[in-house]
């Protein structure tokens, strides 16, 4: 059974600083491409960061500079390292594992990101 387990979110003012990680079991993880998404309250999901299986990232556009995604194979787990944190950056975090192989994607439970002074 697939497990993607996200941890790492919380309240936060803004300016600072948050690392969320997002571990996954049952899959080969070094297989899977990554990423990770959000949802603000009365929007829409979207992507926020990827990473490929052999480490190719890609960002929002809105985000590139202030977040940054990585892998740590051995751990079977991905981060995202997010800076200088906005009110907007206020969401319910996602973590997603996708294989050509398999049409639909595996998604976490989600973790609550608060970005408020």
């Known amino acids: 059974q697939v497990h993607l387990v996200e941890s790492g979110g919380g309240l936060v003012q803004p300016g600072g600083s948050l690392k969320l990680s997002c571990a996954a079991s049952?899959?080969?993880?070094?297989?899977?491409?990554m990423a990770w998404y959000r949802q603000a309250p009365g929007k829409e999901r979207e992507m926020v960061a990827s990473i490929t299986y052999d480490s190719r990232t890609n960002y929002a556009d809105s985000l590139k500079g202030r977040f940054t995604i990585s892998r740590d194979d051995a751990k079977n787990t991905v981060y995202l390292q997010m800076n200088s944190l906005k009110p907007d950056d206020t969401a319910v975090y996602y973590c997603?594992?996708?294989?050509?192989?398999?049409?639909?994607?595996?998604w976490g439970q989600g973790t609550q990101v608060t970005v408020s002074s």
């Open positions: 997603n594992a996708k294989i050509n192989a398999q049409p639909q994607p595996y």
């Open positions: 049952g899959i080969i993880f070094s297989f899977f491409n």
